[in-house]
């Protein structure tokens, strides 16, 4: 497949022409030098498809029930096929510019004629119809969507200079060159160290560690220290933080009600998952459909409450069966964004109106969800005070004995046994194509089926979830490992090779570096689906390890860092911060696993929030005591109809459904809560009082307090802006003890014997560092 990207953004910065990124084209406002950007060869699913998607494909794609004229022009034979209104005629004629009569619509200015329509408020630029006309005049040829392709190694591209480390630089650079465009310098130690462990473990790298990178540094000190973080019991963590947005989990129902649910084990099991690394084919399968592999462990069932960490309600008086298929197209859906990375949901009530996925596609992939006998919670009263059986059957039952052997990664604490929600094929049913997605408007039977355009169901394949799990993982499948090695990219770079994570689909962007994004997934494949390989082989690239320093040649010719001649620099998600900011304060609780805690919540949210009258458990927010304030946040409660507050601010979701994106906002809401959260202030406090306890005296609180929290030592500049601060809030607190008392009294955590003025004024000193928007960002 011969892929291409234009080159008009640097044309475009050179020769100061007015550009806007349009579906993986440039869209020139100054049509004097459109023609300079035109390729030499014009790609189908690069250069024209994202044109035909965008203006096209809602009255001439794949949705038949809004196609017009009988003209489908997602599909070669359609569009090379005589006119179905209009016999003699041919939309397109390969070579043939006079006769293909799509483009002369394209050119027209009759309001009767011309494509698009005038009412649909669409129109292509010119520089879009010389595509089309140079796409024609090389015999229009086709080619399936690309990500439907399976991947394949090519060869590394050649390049003129020798800069880099593994065969992604080789890649990178390859484009870069292609830009006139150069790499940044490799970071410095500090910041490589900071970066690797904030990727790997969510959490700030531990002194020791820092001490270890700045001894004289090669690439077998990289390799060493992003094997040591690897191997920490944080790593786990880190990775499941990122698959419950997935994996949309949730301590709670969600829907009106939204009572608690015990799902908490199948977390545990996720941490226990990412540590042991299993490869992401078991990874999958396991939660697909462990409960169907031949004679399946209490782990294996156990991970499949993947499929059950959808809403469930509750409620009495609604009809089960309209929920029961809302929890099956749920699973459906998750399977699309979150594994496939399509938009499968589209294809509910009408064949999807831009990708080859058909209404009876959908349902066919419904059918291998179909088959559990599962209805919303009814709790008696007896279970309603037992918050360990809080599942809504199918369930296994887990109990403090097995907690001590084969289940051993279950942080069970005091309970002796827990119900789990799981997957349990044992309601046989026949699936439907609903009318318009509708659970009461059954029309055509179908059976388990997976949409051809994508990859045919190999006919040795059970047709049940296991078979799909196998379907899936199959090593010549174009979507599973693109999909995962592309969201790994954006973990660590901001974004992916693809910068729509959840949608490799027609409206979908086009990746920037094709040839890497396949590399990396039939690499990824060819050892064995290793997750931990495919990180340590991305950190090791001298593209992972540059500054991310924006040089003035690149904020001109590539700002949004679409080529990677730096490293991304972008904020935390909430969850990092807050963890971020109790690791440096001394603070943070590192036990793994066990029941949801609820750490400190502004007072009345969850009462405000409740349907009314008495809801159960989540009725009231009680909050924790102890070292259950300063767990991970990972392990906060996550309750639908009201997440974590503090989490919600940056942009965390309601894990209501699947995501895989989050969005970054930047809003004043934010700067309040590093200003003034509760949890805040007392890591800044404790921070302080442990300094000034170790060392009444000491001469270097501010040096030490920044270097704890940013992991470095501060600039001259910066050393004396935070010391003339310290010290003016250090006079200001002598004058008033009051205000120092009451000011480092904030939180829970024990108070120790020390200077009240001294602590209050290192306190107001950490809690700037902490405000920082380099604390707050990973760069």
């Given at each position: 497949?011969?892929?291409?990207?234009?080159?008009?953004l640097?044309?475009?910065?050179i020769?100061?022409?007015?550009?806007?990124?349009?579906?993986?084209?440039?869209e020139?406002?100054?049509?004097?030098?459109?023609?300079?950007?035109?390729?030499?060869?014009?790609?189908?699913?690069?250069?024209?498809?994202?044109?035909l998607?965008?203006?096209?494909?809602?009255?001439?794609?794949?949705?038949?029930?809004?196609?017009k004229?009988?003209?489908?022009?997602?599909?070669?034979?359609?569009?090379?096929?005589?006119?179905?209104?209009?016999?003699?005629?041919?939309?397109?004629?390969?070579?043939?510019?006079?006769?293909?009569?799509?483009?002369?619509?394209?050119?027209?200015e009759?309001?009767?004629?011309?494509?698009?329509?005038?009412?649909?408020?669409?129109?292509?630029?010119?520089?879009?119809?010389?595509?089309?006309k140079?796409?024609?005049?090389?015999?229009?040829?086709?080619?399936?969507?690309?990500?439907y392709?399976?991947?394949?190694?090519?060869?590394?591209?050649?390049t003129?200079?020798?800069?880099?480390?593994?065969?992604?630089?080789a890649?990178?650079?390859?484009?870069?060159?292609?830009?006139?465009?150069?790499?940044?310098?490799?970071?410095?130690n500090?910041?490589?160290?900071?970066?690797?462990?904030?990727?790997?473990?969510?959490?700030?790298?531990?002194?020791?560690?820092?001490?270890?990178?700045?001894?004289?540094?090669?690439?077998?000190?990289?390799?060493?220290?992003?094997?040591?973080?690897?191997?920490?019991?944080?790593?786990?963590?880190?990775?499941?933080?990122?698959?419950?947005?997935?994996?949309r989990?949730?301590?709670?129902?969600?829907?009106?009600?939204?009572?608690?649910?015990?799902?908490?084990p199948?977390?545990?099991?996720?941490?226990?998952?990412?540590?042991?690394?299993?490869?992401?084919?078991?990874?999958?399968?396991?939660?697909?459909?462990?409960?169907?592999?031949?004679?399946?462990?209490?782990?294996?069932?156990?991970?499949?409450?993947?499929?059950?960490?959808?809403?469930?309600?509750?409620?009495?008086?609604?009809?089960?069966?309209?929920?029961?298929?809302?929890?099956?197209?749920?699973?459906?859906?998750?399977?699309?964004?979150?594994?496939?990375?399509?938009?499968?949901?589209?294809?509910?009530?009408?064949?999807?109106?831009?990708?080859?996925?058909?209404?009876?596609?959908?349902?066919?992939?419904?059918?291998?969800?179909?088959?559990?006998?599962?209805?919303g919670?009814?709790?008696?009263?007896?279970?309603?005070?037992?918050?360990?059986?809080?599942?809504?059957?199918p369930?296994i039952?887990?109990?403090?004995?097995?907690?001590?052997?084969?289940?051993?990664?279950?942080?069970?604490?005091?309970?002796?046994?827990?119900?789990?929600?799981?997957?349990?094929?044992?309601?046989?049913?026949?699936?439907?194509?609903?009318?318009?997605?509708?659970?009461?408007?059954?029309t055509?039977?179908?059976?388990?089926?997976t949409?051809?355009?994508?990859?045919?169901?190999?006919?040795n394949?059970p047709?049940?979830?296991?078979?799909?799990?196998?379907?899936?993982?199959?090593?010549?499948?174009?979507?599973?490992?693109?999909?995962?090695?592309?969201?790994?990219?954006?973990?660590?770079?901001?974004?992916?090779?693809?910068?729509?994570?959840?949608?490799?689909?027609?409206?979908?962007?086009?990746?920037?570096?094709?040839?890497?994004?396949?590399?990396?997934?039939?690499?990824?494949?060819?050892?064995?689906?290793?997750?931990?390989?495919?990180?340590?082989?991305?950190?090791?690239s001298?593209?992972?390890?540059?500054?991310?320093?924006?040089?003035?040649?690149?904020?001109?010719?590539?700002?949004?860092?679409?080529?990677?001649?730096?490293?991304?620099?972008?904020?935390?998600?909430?969850?990092?911060?807050?963890?971020?900011?109790?690791?440096?304060?001394?603070?943070?609780?590192?036990?793994?696993?066990?029941?949801?805690?609820?750490?400190?919540?502004?007072?009345?949210?969850?009462?405000?929030t409740?349907?009314?009258?008495?809801?159960?458990?989540?009725?009231?927010?009680?909050?924790?005591?102890?070292?259950?304030?300063?767990?991970?946040?990972?392990?906060?409660?996550?309750?639908?109809?009201?997440?974590?507050?503090?989490?919600?601010?940056?942009?965390?979701?309601?894990?209501?459904?699947?995501?895989?994106?989050?969005?970054?906002?930047?809003?004043?809401?934010?700067?309040?809560?590093?200003?003034?959260?509760?949890?805040?202030?007392?890591a800044?406090?404790?921070?302080?009082?442990?300094?000034?306890?170790?060392?009444?005296?000491?001469?270097?609180y501010?040096?030490?307090?920044?270097?704890?929290?940013?992991?470095?030592?501060?600039?001259?500049?910066?050393?004396?802006?935070?010391?003339?601060?310290?010290?003016?809030?250090?006079?200001?607190?002598?004058?008033?003890q009051?205000e120092?008392?009451?000011?480092?009294?904030?939180?829970?955590?024990?108070?120790?014997?020390?200077?009240?003025?001294?602590?209050?004024?290192?306190?107001?000193?950490?809690?700037?560092?902490?405000?920082?928007?380099?604390?707050?960002?990973?760069?």
């Amino acid at each position: 497949m011969n892929y291409k990207i234009t080159t008009a953004l640097v044309l475009a910065a050179i020769i100061g022409g007015l550009y806007a990124y349009k579906g993986g084209l440039f869209e020139f406002e100054n049509e004097e030098y459109t023609s300079l950007s035109l390729p030499e060869t014009v790609d189908y699913n690069f250069h024209i498809k994202p044109i035909l998607s965008d203006n096209c494909y809602t009255c001439h794609g794949p949705d038949a029930n809004k196609r017009k004229a009988g003209l489908r022009l997602d599909v070669q034979e359609s569009t090379l096929s005589e006119l179905p209104e209009s016999p003699g005629h041919f939309a397109i004629v390969p070579k043939n510019l006079r006769e293909s009569k799509v483009y002369q619509a394209i050119l027209s200015e009759d309001p009767t004629t011309q494509m698009p329509p005038a009412d649909s408020k669409l129109s292509l630029s010119a520089y879009e119809k010389k595509l089309i006309k140079k796409w024609i005049e090389q015999g229009a040829p086709f080619e399936k969507h690309w990500a439907y392709i399976p991947p394949e190694k090519t060869s590394l591209p050649q390049t003129k200079s020798t800069w880099g480390n593994n065969e992604i630089d080789a890649f990178v650079l390859k484009k870069l060159e292609e830009h006139n465009l150069v790499p940044s310098d490799r970071a410095s130690n500090e910041t490589l160290i900071r970066r690797i462990s904030l990727d790997l473990t969510g959490l700030p790298p531990a002194p020791e560690s820092v001490a270890q990178l700045l001894a004289p540094a090669s690439q077998d000190t990289i390799a060493h220290i992003i094997d040591t973080f690897l191997a920490s019991p944080a790593y786990g963590e880190r990775m499941t933080q990122s698959w419950l947005d997935v994996a949309r989990y949730a301590d709670s129902h969600g829907y009106q009600d939204d009572s608690y649910r015990t799902m908490w084990p199948w977390r545990d099991w996720v941490i226990h998952a990412f540590n042991e690394n299993l490869p992401y084919d078991i990874f999958l399968t396991w939660q697909l459909a462990g409960d169907l592999l031949p004679n399946p462990t209490k782990e294996q069932i156990l991970a499949t409450g993947f499929n059950r960490n959808h809403p469930i309600t509750q409620e009495g008086g609604v009809i089960q069966e309209e929920y029961r298929v809302n929890y099956v197209l749920d699973r459906t859906n998750t399977l699309g964004k979150g594994i496939l990375g399509l938009t499968l949901e589209c294809a509910r009530c009408h064949d999807h109106k831009y990708d080859a996925i058909s209404q009876k596609d959908y349902f066919e992939m419904f059918a291998f969800f179909n088959q559990v006998d599962e209805k919303g919670l009814q709790m008696d009263a007896v279970q309603a005070k037992n918050q360990a059986f809080f599942a809504d059957p199918p369930f296994i039952q887990i109990s403090a004995a097995e907690t001590n052997g084969v289940l051993s990664f279950i942080n069970m604490k005091d309970t002796p046994k827990i119900n789990v929600m799981v997957m349990n094929d044992s309601a046989p049913k026949t699936t439907y194509i609903l009318n318009r997605g509708e659970y009461d408007q059954p029309t055509d039977s179908v059976l388990p089926n997976t949409p051809k355009s994508i990859f045919a169901f190999p006919d040795n394949l059970p047709k049940n979830r296991l078979g799909l799990a196998e379907w899936l993982t199959d090593q010549k499948h174009p979507l599973t490992a693109r999909v995962f090695v592309n969201r790994i990219w954006a973990m660590l770079f901001g974004k992916g090779l693809v910068e729509t994570v959840e949608d490799f689909g027609v409206q979908g962007s086009l990746p920037t570096h094709p040839e890497l994004l396949d590399w990396l997934a039939v690499d990824f494949m060819e050892h064995g689906w290793d997750i931990k390989y495919l990180l340590k082989k991305i950190m090791l690239s001298a593209t992972y390890q540059q500054k991310s320093e924006l040089r003035p040649d690149l904020k001109l010719s590539d700002p949004e860092n679409i080529w990677w001649a730096r490293a991304p620099r972008f904020r935390m998600s909430g969850e990092m911060i807050r963890d971020y900011i109790l690791a440096t304060s001394g603070l943070l609780n590192q036990e793994i696993g066990g029941p949801s805690v609820k750490p400190y919540q502004p007072p009345g949210l969850w009462e405000e929030t409740n349907a009314g009258g008495n809801r159960g458990v989540l009725t009231n927010y009680i909050q924790d005591e102890g070292a259950d304030l300063y767990r991970r946040s990972l392990y906060t409660f996550w309750k639908r109809t009201l997440p974590p507050p503090n989490m919600t601010i940056f942009d965390a979701p309601t894990r209501d459904f699947s995501e895989v994106r989050r969005q970054k906002t930047n809003t004043p809401l934010q700067a309040l809560v590093l200003q003034n959260d509760v949890q805040i202030l007392e890591a800044a406090r404790v921070l302080a009082q442990n300094l000034v306890y170790e060392d009444p005296n000491g001469k270097e609180y501010v040096t030490d307090v920044f270097r704890r929290i940013l992991v470095r030592s501060p600039k001259a500049q910066e050393l004396a802006a935070l010391t003339n601060y310290y010290q003016d809030a250090l006079k200001g607190y002598r004058e008033r003890q009051a205000e120092a008392e009451k000011l480092i009294a904030a939180g829970e955590y024990p108070r120790l014997e020390t200077d009240a003025a001294k602590t209050a004024a290192l306190m107001l000193t950490a809690q700037v560092i902490y405000n920082l928007d380099e604390t707050i960002t990973k760069e």
